[in-house]
Every structure is written in structure tokens, then in C-alpha cells.
T-cell receptor, first 113, second 108 residues
Framework: DAGVIQSPRHEVTEMGQEVTLRCKPI?????LFWYRQTMMRGLELLIY????????DSGMPEDRFSAKMPNASFSTLKIQPSEPRDSAVYFC???????????FGPGTRLTVL | KNEVEQSPQNLTAQEGEFITINCSYS?????LHWLQQHPGGGIVSLFM???GKKKHGRLIATINIQEKHSSLHITASHPRDSAVYIC??????????FGKGTLLTVNP
């Protein structure tokens, strides 16, 4: 299996622009997680999907952030409009079941200028 | 106080040394996870354990539920072991609470 796939790996954008991050989970996994990692706050859970349904979005910082999972093999995290404080590494992870080992993607390093 | 505390924050060792990283937590948990992150790299799950001990190659993870403590040991350390090691706990559900990580540097 190819593991969790994320794109793009790096994104540099200007403040105010829309950013879309993409994730393909491991086939057969029913749980998908979006995390943000910063030096100050470490790893934070943004949103959790189970069977394509958002279960917990309490970690989404504000309305500028949105996430979708239209099918079992694809999810997006969108930031609109982006701000410099959104600069971070965003990880997608998937697991077979909610409490199983989570497999992380390589991450997307986002820089908002 | 953080729910998950790791020590030390930074650790420098010489190649071949035995390394121990500690993790203490303050809540009841269903499982504890050890993760590895190389500089600028992705995150790899090393272990998930709820009791006893697990071993994979040169890595050993132990947990003491009564003492709310876990250790990650690396035997015969190698420069390629240089990474951040992150402890995380889960409480009967999907949500992981992460420690701040231990930066390990193994010098040749």
C-alpha cells in the first residue's frame, strides 16, 4: 500500500488567498484525521471523520477553515482566506478503526506570506 | 500541567549508547502511542500499547499503568535514530493527547 498521500508537499501563498490541502487515506481505513503542527503548540487535532462523516471539528480554529470528505478515498482541508498565522505543517492521518494506530501522511508545509 | 509530560526535552548521545525516553501522564488511558518524526519529515507510529512491553528491532516500549508511566528504549543507538520522539495517549476514543516531544541527537 502507498500509505497516506498528501498534496501538495509544500505550499507558499500570500495572505488572503485560498489554500486547499488534499489527502488520500489508506484504502479500507474508515477514520481520517487532520492535524496541524506548529513549534508553539505542537500537534493539534483539527477535525476527525468516521466513514466520511465529520464527527469532531472542535479543533478547527475558525470559520476560515473547512474540511470535506466526499468519499472514502479523498479529503480536503481548505483555508479561505489564509493568514500568516496559518503557517504550519498540516498532517492527514488514517486508521482502520477510530482507536487503532494512526498512519500519518508526509504532511503539507504551508507558508502564508 | 500538561496531561502528557515527556523527559528529557533534549537528549544527546554517542553512537552505540542505550537511550531511554520517559513519558508520564495524568489521566486514565486506553492506550499509549510512541511516534517518531525525523527533522522536516513525516510522523511514523512506532508503538501502540496498553500494557506490558513491546519490542521492534532495537526499540522497546514499556508501560506501567499503575504508575502512569511509559518508557521508550533504544539499544545500540545509531545516528539515523536522531529524531523527535512523541508520546501520545488516547482515552477510549479516537482523540490523541500529545506530549511536546523529545529531540534525540545521536552523534557518530
Amino acid at each position: 500500500d502507498a500509505g497516506v498521500i498528501q498534496s501538495p508537499r509544500h505550499e507558499v501563498t500570500e495572505m488572503g488567498q485560498e489554500v486547499t490541502l488534499r489527502c488520500k487515506p489508506i484504502s479500507g481505513h474508515n477514520s481520517l484525521f487532520w492535524y496541524r503542527q506548529t513549534m508553539m503548540r505542537g500537534l493539534e487535532l483539527l477535525i476527525y471523520f468516521n466513514n466520511n462523516v465529520p464527527i469532531d471539528d472542535s479543533g478547527m480554529p475558525e470559520d476560515r477553515f473547512s474540511a470535506k470528505m466526499p468519499n472514502a478515498s479523498f479529503s480536503t482541508l481548505k483555508i479561505q482566506p489564509s493568514e500568516p498565522r496559518d503557517s504550519a505543517v498540516y498532517f492527514c492521518a488514517s486508521s482502520l478503526q477510530p482507536t487503532d494506530t494512526q498512519y500519518f501522511g508526509p504532511g503539507t508545509r504551508l507558508t502564508v506570506l | 500541567k500538561n496531561e502528557v509530560e515527556q523527559s528529557p526535552q533534549n537528549l544527546t548521545a554517542q553512537e552505540g549508547e542505550f537511550i531511554t525516553i520517559n513519558c508520564s501522564y495524568s489521566v486514565g488511558i486506553s492506550a499509549l502511542h510512541w511516534l517518531q518524526q525525523h527533522p522536516g519529515g513525516g510522523i511514523v507510529s512506532l508503538f501502540m500499547l496498553s500494557s506490558g512491553k513491546k519490542k521492534h528491532g532495537r526499540l522497546i516500549a514499556t508501560i506501567n499503568i499503575q504508575e502512569k508511566h511509559s518508557s521508550l528504549h533504544i539499544t545500540a543507538s545509531h545516528p539515523r535514530d536522531s529524531a523527535v520522539y512523541i508520546c501520545a495517549v488516547s482515552r477510549s476514543n479516537y482523540k490523541l493527547t500529545f506530549g511536546k516531544g523529545t529531540l534525540l541527537t545521536v552523534n557518530p
